[in-house]
């Protein structure tokens, strides 16, 4: 599921790797989501989050409605949402107003196009315990590069023992992710929406083929 709605969400900002708060909104969306989960009677072993407290926040609101704040929480940077490169902080609505609706949406929602990158790199003490060079901005293809790393090593082992995942993370992160797992080709991907907060349930095969997916509500 796709974090609850954040300060930047309400805002219609780019954000990316830049740290912000859910609204009162987000929170209420992280918790009704938790209570979809607990009715439908779901229980996992592990829990995987991005380094971004929106993501942070609401896999502990909804872990808190499921009853399960024991469970194994990973957070990897992998997970971090798409960096937006020069378009961090800036409102959608001026940079359309500035290059056009055309322009703002291949930006956006290109696989493959990265977007105006920043001139120096962040430096982040949270990423550099990790050996890792924060970008200085990403297409759709760079988030998927370097997400299903992380996907074959720590969540598809645990789903073929058997073992129920929840994943947290972004908006972006979660399409290259649906991306992966449906085939999605490249001239879709830009269609597919992940609204905030609302978690989307996936059954597997012993191959992981997909058997079903559906958006849970209760």
């Known amino acids: 599921?796709?974090?609850?709605?954040?300060?930047?969400?309400?805002?219609n900002i780019f954000t990316g790797w830049s740290d912000v708060d859910l609204t009162e909104?987000?929170?209420q969306q992280?918790?009704?989501?938790?209570?979809?989960?607990?009715?439908?009677?779901?229980?996992?072993?592990?829990?995987?989050?991005?380094?971004?407290?929106r993501a942070i926040i609401t896999t502990n609101i909804v872990l808190d409605e499921i009853g399960q704040n024991d469970i194994a929480e990973?957070?990897?940077?992998?997970?971090?949402e798409r960096?937006?490169?020069?378009?961090?902080?800036?409102?959608?609505?001026?940079?359309?107003?500035?290059?056009?609706?055309?322009?703002?949406?291949?930006?956006?929602?290109?696989?493959?196009?990265?977007?105006?990158?920043?001139?120096?790199?962040?430096?982040?003490?949270?990423y550099d315990r990790y050996g890792v060079q924060?970008?200085?901005?990403e297409s759709l293809k760079m988030t998927m590069d370097r997400l299903i790393?992380?996907?074959?090593?720590?969540?598809?082992?645990?789903?073929l023992d058997g073992k129920n995942q929840l994943i947290v993370a972004h908006g972006?992160?979660?399409?290259?992710?649906?991306k992966f797992l449906e085939n999605v080709s490249d001239e879709e991907i830009p269609n597919v929406e992940v609204p905030n907060g609302k978690p989307i349930r996936y059954d597997f095969d012993e191959h992981l083929n997909i058997l079903n997916k559906e958006f849970m509500t209760k």
């Not at 599921?1 to 805002?11: I, K, V």
């Not at 924060?134 to 901005?137: F, G, K, T, V």
């Open 172 to 178: 972006s992160t979660l399409r290259a992710l649906i």
């Open 74 to 80: 990973h957070k990897s940077w992998r997970l971090n």
């Open 83 to 126: 960096h937006y490169g020069g378009l961090r902080g800036k409102n959608k609505l001026a940079v359309k107003r500035q290059v056009g609706a055309d322009q703002l949406k291949i930006w956006r929602r290109s696989f493959t196009v990265v977007p105006p990158k920043l001139a120096k790199r962040d430096e982040d003490p949270r």
């Open 30 to 53: 992280a918790h009704f989501a938790g209570q979809v989960i607990k009715s439908a009677g779901v229980q996992f072993t592990d829990v995987h989050t991005s380094f971004l407290k």
């Open 134 to 137: 924060i970008p200085l901005a």
């Open 25 to 27: 909104k987000g929170i």
């Open 1 to 11: 599921m796709r974090h609850g709605e954040s300060q930047a969400n309400r805002d």
């Open 149 to 159: 790393p992380y996907w074959e090593d720590q969540i598809a082992p645990q789903l």
